[in-house]
């Protein structure tokens, strides 16, 4: 990443944690910046506008002159979205809350059964989604490549797993019907958190809000909500 960016991205790491997340797994293709505010271009399965910004003057601003690049938006706060929607229609948005577990929680190695996901199961994992609207075979297959994952296997079928999105943060946490409250989905986040942390990669997720079980399951794991951020695509 350019100096000159980074350095703007770097002033506020934690609010930017998906921001430095996702540009430390692609180059940045383009960017602008209008004096504390940051509009950064990538590419994973689309081509995202990342915008980190405090000031609704700058962002518009930035906005007015770059609009037309791309229709696809990447983890914004709230307050930006009524400015984004003022150059189009949205297709859909996607909304959640942002969980960060802190440096300084301690996690030991977990006793568990779950292993690394080999990619040749991205279709499988694809079709079990309940984000296909989100997500493709392709992007589960080059996440299930580049960074940690993690999965539980019963009689040698894959009955839950859990790996990261394009920012590095925990994701596609899942464990089928037949086979929930049996503690797999902790096993699988003990086990992601576990791998993060012996990497030293910041560990942060994104819960759909009111989505009970996993936000109660990052709380026993002491993370702490962040903010709220969304997704969102111009039609």
């Known amino acids: 990443m350019d100096k000159t960016c980074l350095s703007v991205i770097n002033s506020d790491p934690e609010k ?21 505010s940051i509009w950064i271009l990538g590419e994973s399965d689309h081509l ?12 518009s601003a930035i906005l007015a002159k770059n609009h037309d690049i791309t229709s696809y938006y990447y983890s914004i706060e709230d307050w930006m979205i009524p400015l984004v929607l ?19 929680e301690p996690m030991e190695a ?23 609207k989100f997500t493709s075979v392709e992007y589960i297959e080059d996440r299930l490549s580049m960074d940690v994952s993690a999965g539980i296997w019963v009689n040698d079928i894959l009955v ?8 590095g943060a ?13 503690g797999y989905g902790m096993e699988i986040m003990r086990s992601l958190v576990y791998l ?17 079980i996993p936000i109660d399951l990052v709380n026993r794991l002491g993370f702490k ?4 951020v969304s997704w969102l695509k111009l039609k």
Do not use: Q
């Open 110 to 132: 977990p006793v568990t059964r779950a292993a690394r996901i080999d990619a040749s199961y991205a279709p499988y994992i694809y079709e079990n989604s309940e984000y296909k």
């Open 160 to 167: 839950a797993w859990g790996f990261t999105h394009d920012d």
């Open 16 to 36: 930017n944690i998906a921001i430095l997340g996702f540009f430390n797994n692609y180059p940045v293709i383009d960017f602008v910046i209008e004096k504390n």
């Open 170 to 182: 925990l994701g596609f946490l899942h464990v089928l019907g037949d086979h929930r409250n049996h």
């Open 48 to 59: 995202w506008a990342h915008i980190s910004s405090s000031s609704e003057r700058e962002l």
């Open 86 to 104: 003022k150059h189009g229609s949205p297709d859909w948005i996607m909304t959640t809350d942002r969980y960060i577990l802190g440096s300084e």
């Open 225 to 228: 909500f962040d903010r709220r």
């Open 196 to 212: 993060k942390k012996t990497y030293r990669k910041p560990v942060f997720c994104n819960i759909v809000p009111g989505n009970t």
